[in-house]
């Protein structure tokens, strides 16, 4: 601990003139003042680093603060780019499905108009129609009994 002692000088004596008389006290006053003065460096070094620090904390919460401003303006819009990708996606998917169907069906339309055979097998499965002097036997496959219930058994 540095203990400071403020003498107030005379008007008209000057800190050599004091240091002539004091001898060797001088030096001694002289090596306080380096210390204080060393003391000041170490105090302002420390405020410096302490605002370098402060300064340093700053900048890294100024950063994190803009990308977050940034990934809150590019998030919404990728989010609703996914969406619409996936529903893209959707749609495609739907589409083949119906163009499967309408070749099935432009292809059986076009049997039903040329090929005979087909429209005689259709006429006959389908519709339950026969040609005369034909007996028409349908075989059923055997449903499966159903198995009775706990609640039965009991």
Same mark, same amino acid.
């Given at each position: ?6 003498? /107030?000088?005379?008007? @008209?004596?000057?800190? #050599? *003139?004091?240091?002539?008389?004091? !001898? %060797? /006290?001088?030096?001694? @006053?002289?090596?306080? #003042? *380096?210390?204080?003065?060393?003391? !000041? %460096? ?113």
């Amino acid at each position: 601990m540095i203990m400071r002692a403020y003498v /107030k000088l005379p008007t @008209g004596i000057s800190g #050599r *003139q004091i240091e002539e008389e004091l !001898g %060797d /006290k001088a030096v001694y @006053g002289t090596t306080i #003042r *380096q210390v204080d003065h060393t003391y !000041g %460096d170490f105090r302002a070094r420390r405020e410096a680093s302490v605002w370098r620090r402060l300064n340093r904390i700053l900048l890294v919460l100024l950063i994190i603060a803009i990308w977050l401003v940034i990934v809150s303006l590019f998030v919404p819009p990728y989010k609703k780019l996914m969406q619409s990708r996936a529903e893209i996606d959707n749609l495609q998917q739907q589409v083949s499905e119906q163009q499967s169907l309408l070749a099935r069906q432009t292809r059986e339309v076009n049997l039903l108009k040329t090929d005979v055979t087909y429209l005689e097998t259709i006429a006959r499965d389908r519709l339950d129609l026969m040609k005369e002097g034909e007996t028409i036997f349908r075989l059923e496959t055997a449903r499966a009994k159903p198995k009775p219930s706990d609640s039965v058994r009991r």
